[in-house]
């Protein structure tokens, strides 16, 4: 092994591979010969952009990056990664929260350039490419007044939210965003291109409905789509004074309305936007977000008590198109800033729950705190917990604690804060959404996925990633040992 990559590999933790390290520096100029698309080498103009993810903790250098155009440009990278054993790194928009996108010495498959979307409006179906972005295919699909239930942020990739589950916008009218998967076409581990659907491959089909980029490369989803149009949405704010009492509030409305009505609700220090008060901005706040698909005249009912949880500061709810939705959580487009988010899933939001987490954020609060509560159940709560490899399916809440700051600011003491949050929660806690995990280790993917699911993700990593090429994720390893 040479010096450089042994040290590369022995300095990432993060990189959990079972792929041994080439002895020899891998050809990787050989892939000019065969790749259509743009391959980016050290030295390289576009190089310093492209080693980068949207988590700019993450400062890695991998020895190329492969900006893959079409199938036949990701068989051929995947080919190369597993015949020179180099570690391989998945990505399409980037917004890993571990930074699994880049890797040090390895090579980085990048999906952004295969954007094409192809809807077809009577079947209300679409066929996606990995590289888009949510935003992108919400302004797509808007002149067709459709939509798909994605997350919350537009620069979010499809690739890797569609893998991981998706709760987003309308998580409780059209349930994750993998709830509305048709099929999926994906290059696996031995370059081979299938299709897994409920008719092919339908154990394949099960898995990559939740199981992340562990089974292959995917090139394209199909999925159906929804009726998007006007949706009545925005966000009310609210001085934190009485942050307890609202959120304890908002847990029983938002828990109680009709499918329709998707919310989050967020404590922060109110940002210096022109829509909050000048003697505001800077001080505590709770938000509540709002997004109603449906009669908009309904949706005002069905909204109104929940702008009514005191005097609002501000209140931005109105009726919008779907697409404009995005413009809430704009702030979570930054690219390169560092991030340190920790998440859990929860049965319910008990008052003694929220009371804590209040008491926890107070103490930890800075310009840099975002705490997230989502109340989910309605249509996703409906799905069987086996009929997919996401099986939280009873949890009524998700919470996500971060912290997004310059990398000036000191990373120790972000850490040191989203920590304290989440251990406070931690007693009432139960599971985690793997899609919402940092690098936390093996026992945290396996409360991402309970015993039974955890077993049929490490048959299906046997049959199709024996080597663990696919490691770079939340890892499920495989079992079995391969000759290869
Ligand atoms: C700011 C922000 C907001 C978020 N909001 C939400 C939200 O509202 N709801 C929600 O459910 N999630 C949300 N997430 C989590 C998000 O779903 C995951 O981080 C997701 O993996 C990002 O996908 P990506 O394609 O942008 O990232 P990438 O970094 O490109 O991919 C992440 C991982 O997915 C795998 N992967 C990506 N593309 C492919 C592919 N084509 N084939 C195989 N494997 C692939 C790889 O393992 C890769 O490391 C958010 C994340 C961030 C950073």
């Known amino acids: ?19 041994v390290a080439s002895p020899e520096k ?58 020179h054993r180099m570690t391989l790194s998945v990505r399409s928009g980037g917004h890993s929260i571990p930074g699994h996108g880049t890797n040090d010495g390895g090579l980085v498959i990048d999906l952004s350039s295969m954007k094409t979307i192809t809807v077809d409006p009577s079947r209300r179906t679409a066929r996606l490419e990995p590289g888009l972005t949510w935003g992108e295919v919400a302004n797509a699909l808007q002149p067709f007044g459709l939509a798909m239930t994605a997350g919350d942020v537009a620069s979010v990739g499809v690739g890797g939210l569609l893998l991981g589950g998706g709760i987003g916008w309308m998580v409780r009218a059209y349930g994750l965003t993998i709830d509305n998967l048709r099929s999926v076409e994906l290059v696996t581990a031995d370059g081979q291109l299938r299709r897994a659907s409920a008719e092919e491959n339908p154990e394949l089909f099960w898995g990559l409905r939740g199981g992340g980029g562990n089974f292959g490369v995917a090139t394209a989803f199909e999925v159906n789509l929804h009726p998007g149009g006007t949706i009545l949405g925005g966000a009310v704010f609210y001085e934190a004074t009485e942050a307890e ?3 304890k509030e908002y847990a029983r409305v938002a828990a109680a309305a009709p499918d329709q009505l998707s919310t989050e609700a967020m404590l922060a220090l109110a940002p210096p936007a022109p829509f909050i008060p000048p003697d505001k901005q800077g001080t505590p706040i709770v938000g509540i977000l709002v997004c109603y698909t449906g009669d908009l005249s309904e949706g005002e009912r069905v909204v109104a008590p929940l702008r009514q949880l005191a005097t609002p500061i501000a209140d931005l709810i109105a009726p919008m198109p779907y697409s404009d939705i995005f413009a809430l959580t704009a702030v979570g487009e930054v690219p390169g800033l560092q991030h340190h988010g920790r998440s859990q899933f929860f049965e319910t939001f008990s008052d003694e729950m929220l009371q804590t987490l209040v008491q926890a954020t107070q103490s930890i609060l800075s310009p840099e705190t975002v705490v997230s509560l989502r109340v989910l159940g309605g249509a996703m709560s409906r799905v069987a917990p086996d009929a997919t490899a996401f099986a939280h399916r009873d949890k009524q809440g998700v919470v996500l604690v971060t912290h997004f700051a310059p990398l000036s600011v000191d990373a120790n003491s972000l850490a040191a804060r989203t920590q304290h949050v989440f251990q406070a929660l931690s007693p009432y806690a139960n599971g985690v959404y793997a899609s919402f995990l940092a690098n936390e280790g093996e026992q945290r993917i396996r409360e991402a996925y309970p015993p039974d699911t955890y ?17 770079l994720n939340q890892n499920i390893k495989p079992t079995a040992v391969s000759t290869s």
């Open 26 to 83: 891998p050809p990787v100029e050989k892939l000019f010969l065969t790749l259509r698309g743009e391959l980016i080498l050290p030295g390289d103009p576009a190089y310093e952009a492209e080693r980068k993810v949207w988590n700019g903790a993450f400062n890695h250098y991998p020895a190329a990056i492969g900006c893959c155009m079409d199938v036949e440009d990701v068989k051929t990278a995947v080919n190369f990664a597993r015949e």
């Open 455 to 471: 077993a049929r993700l490490v048959a299906l990593k046997n049959q199709y990633d024996p080597t663990n090429l696919f490691h």
């Open 1 to 19: 092994m040479s010096q450089h990559y042994q040290e590369t590999a022995q300095s990432d933790q993060n990189q959990q591979s079972q792929t």
């Open 245 to 247: 009492r609202i959120l």
